[in-house]
């Protein structure tokens, strides 16, 4: 069975850095393009950041570019988001998601699979 699980959240000051994990159990990750999403309280989905099978093909969302990073290594099934200089209206949860298209995109209904994911909370 397909899994998706993330880490690396927790608090930080505004400022700080966090790196976010997106572990694949069940299935190669590599055939995969995937997904961050963040969801802030009373507010939609939204989406953060892709990255393509291959991760020739990044996107990003305008609030989060030149502040985070995305990025592979398919040898451990693991995607990463390194997020730096964060703002108190980063805080959400952020989930990793891969679509069954393999398509890098922003849309969280083109998703199919879901992690459970991760608390990121940045103090003024």
């Known amino acids: 069975q397909l899994q998706l699980v993330e880490s690396g959240g927790g608090l930080v000051q505004a400022g700080g850095s966090l790196r976010l994990s997106c572990a694949a159990s069940?299935?190669?990750?590599?055939?995969?393009?995937i997904g961050w999403f963040r969801q802030a309280p009373g507010k939609e989905r939204e989406g953060v950041s892709c990255?393509?099978?291959?991760?020739?093909?990044?996107k990003y969302a305008d609030s989060v570019e030149d502040r985070f990073t995305i990025s592979r290594d398919n040898a451990k099934n693991t995607v990463y988001l390194q997020m730096n200089s964060l703002k108190p209206e980063d805080t959400a949860v952020y989930y990793c998601?891969?679509?069954?298209?393999?398509?890098?995109?922003?849309?969280?209904?083109?998703?199919?699979?879901w992690g459970k994911g991760t608390l990121v909370t940045v103090s003024s």
């Open positions: 998601a891969a679509p069954e298209t393999g398509r890098c995109v922003l849309d969280s209904s083109g998703m199919d699979y």
């Open positions: 069940g299935f190669t990750l590599d055939t995969y393009a």
């Open positions: 990255i393509s099978t291959s991760g020739h093909i990044i």
